[in-house]
T-cell receptor
Framework: DVKVTQSSRYLVKRTGEKVFLECVQD?????MFWYRQDPGLGLRLIYF???????EKGDIPEGYSVSREKKERFSLILESASTNQTSMYLC?????????????FGEGSRLTVL | GQNIDQPTEMTATEGAIVQINCTYQTSGFNGLFWYQQHAGEAPTFLSYNVLDGLEEKGRFSSFLSRSKGYSYLLLKELQMKDSASYLCAVLDSNYQLIWGAGTKLIIKP
């Protein structure tokens, strides 16, 4: 069974802390994505990667960075967490085909910044 | 700008049929996707339309009209487990997914 695993389901951090969110997929997918999901808004793309060591900014990259050192792992980093980064973070992966809209999602990481 | 509209919430009765609409205005079009998301869980892929017409998959069907910028998801023989949010997303000319805010479907006995 295909699987995308996110390291933490729930995190509580303080303002200014550095936060790492880890995502691992076991499907040998080329594409990986980080989204945030907030009530009343559609999924918003933070960063994505089409290959190892490659990253591209999404719609809302400010305050975030990413790392993809291995094909199966895509990490999201909040250098200095702020309260407006309280959200549900979803990692996803997909094959590198033209039908790149079929994504496989992880369970999500709910981050609260106090 | 790019925009996807779908109703915020809908209510339907177990055993009935419900249609969830989605209208879109995007920079280009490379396909429309529907996802299901149960509360507290990850979204899961339901359907994909790139040509006009109806795609049927068991109790679920999805329709697309590219000229009208319109799609709907049809759920038949509703079951309590169909209570979830349904997300509409369009793949734009840059092969980026643009997401609607989702429709929360409540099924009543």
């Amino acid at each position: 069974d295909v699987k995308v695993t996110q390291s933490s389901r729930y995190l509580v951090k303080r303002t200014g802390e550095k936060v790492f969110l880890e995502c691992v997929q076991d499907m040998d997918h080329e594409n990986m994505f980080w989204y945030r999901q907030d009530p009343g808004l559609g999924l918003r793309l933070i960063y994505f990667s089409y290959d190892v060591k490659m990253k591209e900014k999404g719609d809302i990259p400010e305050g975030y960075s990413v790392s993809r050192e291995k094909k199966e792992r895509f990490s999201l980093i909040l250098e200095s967490a702020s309260t407006n980064q309280t959200s549900m973070y979803l990692c996803a992966s997909s094959y590198r085909t033209e039908n790149t809209g079929e994504l496989f999602f992880g369970e999500g990481s709910r981050l609260t910044v106090l | 700008g790019q925009n996807i509209d779908q109703p915020t919430e809908m209510t339907a009765t177990e055993g009935a049929i419900v249609q969830i609409n989605c209208t879109y205005q995007t920079s280009g079009f490379n396909g429309l996707f529907w996802y299901q998301q149960h509360a507290g869980e990850a979204p899961t892929f339901l359907s994909y339309n790139v040509l006009d017409g109806l795609e049927e998959k068991g109790r679920f069907s999805s329709f697309l009209s590219r000229s009208k910028g319109y799609s709907y998801l049809l759920l038949k023989e509703l079951q309590m487990k169909d209570s979830a949010s349904y997300l509409c997303a369009v793949l734009d000319s840059n092969y980026q997914l643009i997401w609607g805010a989702g429709t929360k479907l409540i099924i009543k006995p």
